[in-house]
């Protein structure tokens, strides 16, 4: 018999010496004492844990039971799922067009009327008034011919439909689309109205797209800087509104194709003061234009030029790319900036032109359509011209027919000059750099121009594409559309503020997304205008409705899938986290979320072996295939328990999407339907104890009430010949029914109380035995299946319902709901992850008990799953069929463990040495070494090296544990304040702190996973009577 549960005994010696005063007493304890305690504990909690769930009759009927076991071809299922989201994201891809066609259309035939706020009005995302109803509004409808209406504007009131919150997680209007306006841009300015003015007939194709998509945001954001989306809604903001649509990634993806840059920082002596400010700011505002699919670098000049990025010096210079956590890195090396000394243009040229070539080299056998790479300058001003160095480095020759050249130019020059008061030649001859090599000039001379001016250098690299009429659509990265309450929301200033942030105050929970969108060009027929960037149309896309496509059904226990882009990014993986909720940090989007790379959160066991480096290769270059590799894992819901486990990885290309899906199944768990070809009987039904996984079992026919409707389901889906039914899940569902069906008679009558009269003394006899049985007192017993069927009971009174009134049943229903689906709940995959004959452990704590330090708030839960054999390929797998789990009272527990240890057998001696002494400390483990049951209540659920990590260290020299290093990438460095107001001493005593603090970090970081011995065998070792 294999066990998880593990007992720690140590003499309290090991503690008291920081007790000044107290005699240090040392106990003898023969160490067969402790595997004594061990072998009757676990022996005790086995039998009662197997009397109160019932497993054992399970266990036979399904030894007994004739099924049919369904293998799932992993290779197979990721190409169906991956055409499934293919077809999806088409539709998708398809409205962002018809946006983009109708757009150039209005424009086509548009012509300027001068608009002004007094003759123009529109809906302002940031002053809708939101009402359900008409109530006691009255409208100018309402009133007669005589009446005059004297009410609010009503163009800035819309009828917010709640029933839309289903799609949108807030109340949306599908009558009009709304508008955002940047702070920085005065929202009656006349340009801005004009844009807006003609943009307006977009609703019409908005609204004939939102027939094919139900939540999607659709949204058309203007080059001029104001954002048009649908459906309206109103915006949230929490103090100032930073947003710009124009620093996003989906526009600045779609408006120009990949970006090479090189910024030049002037940093000579004449760069000081505002200036300088001025400069780093226009720096910071180039940085957070690119995305992911550019590369960049940062480079300072004066007498010399120098990688502002100390990384890039060291590997003597290149491009980066630009993730978030590159640019956060250039933008802090950016702040130590110096002026010194005078400007030497030609080296810093030189240096920016040789950066660019090394990793983007000159292509003469054909004409670019304009280049990617580009040279942003920023400077006080310059001498003269270095026209000698733009012929030998930047312009070049090609053939364009038999007799005929052209001169190109390998990077864009884009020149900016800062300060107010610049000289003529100094003006000219920066402004001459730009246009001189076909980019742009422009003159920076105060904060307010850095918004105004930087990313209009998008415009001018999108040009090319709009001449050639290039399409060119964009697939952005994953990104946060975050609807929370604005309480609860606290922005990141250390970010980039390059969201679609919204911030709705009835809404739960972040919502990750991604965007399809493509360019909007002026093509008027005249040199000046046509090919002019008119904004970016496209569709935000809700990534829960892709992943709905995902058949978890067919994954098991420890299975899961996840998303990657082309440069090896995740968009959804179930260990991301792209929300940070704790209580240091408000609820912030997490630094880095957008640039997790998989190989952050699939870690191999062995770091030689290169199969995950090979699927993320594959992946990227759209392959098709399946690798097998053995992981290191997080579970839990803090995800601080870690597994070794051997995984199948089968994936696909999403095609015309730079994206790729890969589904993962255990090895052990395997991917198997277990099912009979059985009808459902509705009388197999205990309605308001079970409940149902809600899966798609056959066009979206999912779980639904009252029960008898899903029997009827379930049944048709049985008789059906459509291949879009899923008739394995169905009929799995019904075996998982009908095999489980016994389980509430067990679980009743070992709750039930004996009654007995005061004569009968044969039954109040065995009524007492029956009660000596059940030393421990449980909350509730629970069965889930593969199938995602779940039943329980209530051990405390839980109330008799009429099975065949739904409504009696849904309060209850809604707390269970929380389980469901059954593979996907922590017990489940604890005892997936322990495998057969294992009770796995675990600990629940109420956020009361800290308050109250009532026990009564600690639940023990203890999982344990029924495998079944399957013969597959001439072999025998075991199947993972079922999990019964025990969630029972903390108290009885420790009770029993005292029980336990007060006695021992007639050959051994310990009538000195028990858990209750103060002599002693006990403590019961679970796998990862976290406190299960403690003398101490305040340690249950603590990782027991911040208890005694010494002791814990010595137990893993012994074999008890084994140490898995992993590292956490997406982990939190908290910056705290160490000093104190109370002691003139802390800044002593800092040195100490930190050191503390280092060793605390150290000791966090190994994660320690139990091996699998027997009791018996483990506990030759526990014992430290001397410390």
């Not at 939101?130 to 009828?159: A, C, M, Q, V």
């Not at 770091?607 to 993320?616: G, I, N, Y």
Request: glycine share 4%.
């Amino acid at each position: 018999m294999q066990w998880t549960l593990s007992v720690v005994i140590a003499t309290t010696v090991v503690y008291l010496f920081t007790i000044v005063g107290f005699t240090q007493s040392f106990l003898e304890l023969n160490p067969a004492i402790v595997e004594f305690w061990a072998t009757s504990l676990g022996q005790q909690i086995d039998r009662q844990c197997k009397n109160a769930s019932g497993i054992k009759v399970i266990e036979k009927k399904y030894k007994e039971a004739t099924y049919t076991t369904h293998y799932i071809n992993g290779k197979t299922l990721s190409v169906e799922v991956a055409k499934k989201i293919e077809s999806y994201l088409q539709v998708r891809l398809e409205a962002a067009i018809e946006i983009k066609k109708k757009a150039q259309e209005l424009f086509l035939n548009y012509s300027s009327e001068n608009h002004t706020c007094d003759d123009f009005t529109y809906y302002d995302s940031k002053d809708i008034t939101i009402y359900k109803d008409r109530g006691n509004l009255i409208f100018p409808e309402d009133l007669d011919e005589n009446s005059t209406y004297n009410g609010p504007n009503l163009e800035l009131y819309l009828p917010l439909y709640e029933e839309w919150r289903e799609h949108f997680q807030i109340p949306v209007s599908l009558n009009a689309s709304a508008i955002h306006v940047p702070t920085n841009i005065y929202k009656c300015a006349p340009f801005l109205l004009d844009n807006i003015s003609w943009t307006g007939k977009l609703d019409e194709v908005f609204s004939k797209n939102q027939g094919n998509m139900k939540s999607a945001w659709q949204f058309f954001a203007s080059s001029a800087g104001f954002l048009r989306f649908y459906p309206a809604s109103a915006w949230y903001n929490e103090g100032m509104d930073m947003f710009d649509a124009r620093l996003t990634e989906w526009y600045t993806s779609a408006a120009a194709p990949p970006k090479n840059i090189i910024i030049l920082l002037d940093n000579s002596g004449s760069m000081t003061g505002l200036r300088m400010e001025i400069a780093k700011t226009t720096v910071k505002k180039i940085m957070e234009s690119l995305n992911e699919n550019d590369f960049f670098n940062l480079i300072t000049f004066n007498n010399d030029s120098r990688f502002v990025d100390c990384d890039c010096q060291h590997s003597n210079g290149s491009l980066i790319q630009a993730t978030s956590k590159n640019i956060r890195r250039v933008t802090k090396s950016l702040m130590e900036v110096q002026s010194i000394q005078i400007a030497n243009f030609s080296k810093a040229f030189q240096l920016a032109f040789d950066v660019l070539q090394k990793h983007s080299p000159i292509n003469r056998s054909r004409i670019n359509l304009g280049s990617n790479n580009a040279i942003m300058l920023i400077t006080d001003g310059a001498s003269e011209t270095y026209v000698e160095v733009f012929d030998s480095y930047n312009w070049y020759n090609v053939t364009v027919d038999k007799d005929q050249t052209a001169q190109l130019r390998y990077a864009r020059i884009f020149s900016y000059l800062i300060g107010q008061e610049v000289t003529l030649a100094n003006k000219n001859h920066v402004k001459w750099m730009g246009c001189a090599n076909k980019g742009y000039f422009y003159h920076i001379g105060t904060m307010a121009d850095v918004h105004d001016y930087v990313q209009d250098y998008v415009r001018v690299m999108a040009r090319p594409l709009a001449v050639h009429n290039i399409s060119h659509n964009s697939w952005s990265g994953v990104h946060l559309n975050i609807p929370l309450p604005k309480e609860n929301f606290g922005f990141n200033t250390n970010s980039r503020t390059t969201e679609w942030i919204r911030l709705p105050s009835t809404a739960t929970k972040p919502v990750l997304s991604i965007s399809v969108s493509t360019p909007v060009y002026d093509q008027r027929d005249d040199e000046i205008n046509n090919g002019n960037l008119l904004g970016v149309a496209g569709v935000h896309i809700n990534l829960d409705e892709i992943l709905a496509f995902i058949p978890r059904s067919k994954l098991g226990a420890l299975g899961y899938a996840f998303i990657i882009n082309n440069n090896g990014f995740v968009l959804s993986h179930p260990d991301l986290k792209p929300w940070n909720f704790s209580s240091f940090g408000g609820n912030t989007p997490m630094n880095d979320y957008k640039n997790v790379d998989i190989l952050f959160l699939e870690q191999e066991y062995n770091s030689s072996d290169e199969q995950l480096p090979q699927l993320r290769r594959a992946m990227i270059n759209g392959e098709t295939g399946h690798v097998q590799a053995t992981v290191k894992k997080f579970y839990g819901q803090q995800l601080h328990r870690v597994y070794i486990q051997t995984q199948n990885y089968y994936y696909a290309p999403i095609l015309n999407t730079p994206y790729s899906i890969a589904l993962v199944i255990a090895e052990h768990t395997n991917n198997h339907y277990i099912y009979q070809t059985k009808s459902l009987d509705p009388q197999s039904f205990l309605w308001c104890s079970m409940v149902i996984a809600d899966w798609d079992y056959c066009n979206n026919q999912r779980k639904t009430t009252p029960f008898f409707k899903f029997v009827d389901i379930i049944n048709n889906v049985l008789k059906s010949s459509d291949p879009l039914c899923n008739k394995n899940l169905a009929a799995s569902v019904a075996f998982d029914v009908n095999i489980t069906r016994g389980v509430h008679a067990i679980w009743n009558d070992y709750n039930k109380e004996i009654s007995c009269s005061p004569n009968n003394q044969t039954c109040r006899i065995r009524r007492l035995i029956a009660n000596s049985q059940k030393n421990l007192d449980f909350n509730m017993a629970m069965v889930g299946t593969r199938a995602g069927v779940t039943r329980f009971q209530d051990f405390n009174g839980q109330a008799e319902l009429d099975q065949s009134n739904d409504e009696s049943c849904l309060s209850l229903q809604k707390l269970i709901d929380l389980f469901t689906p059954s593979i996907d709940t922590e017990y489940y995959k604890k005892a997936a992850v322990n495998r057969r004959n294992v009770w796995a452990f675990s600990s629940t704590i109420h956020p009361d008990f800290e308050d109250t330090l009532n026990t009564s708030y600690i639940s023990v839960a203890a999982s344990r799953g029924i495998y079944i054999q399957e013969h597959h390929r001439n072999s025998k797998k075991d199947i993972l069929a079922s999990v019964f789990t025990l969630h029972m009272k903390y108290d009885s527990l420790f009770r029993m463990l005292n029980a336990t240890t007060s006695f021992c057998s007639a050959s051994l001696d310990c009538s000195s040495i028990y858990c209750h002494n103060d002599s002693v400390d006990c403590y019961l483990l679970d796998e990862n070494g976290f406190v299960v049951v403690a003398d101490d209540p305040l340690l249950v659920g603590k990782f027991f090296g911040y208890i005694d990590y010494q002791v814990l260290l010595d137990m893993r020299k012994k074999g008890m544990f084994k140490e898995v290093p992993i590292t956490d990438y997406q982990a939190v460095c908290i910056a705290c304040d160490m000093s104190s107001e109370n002691s003139s001493a802390s800044s002593i005593l800092n040195p100490f702190i930190y050191m503390v603090k280092l060793l605390m970090w150290h000791i966090t970081q190994i994660t320690l996973s139990l091996t699998q011995f027997s009791l018996v065998n483990l506990w030759h070792y526990i014992y430290y009577a001397t410390g």
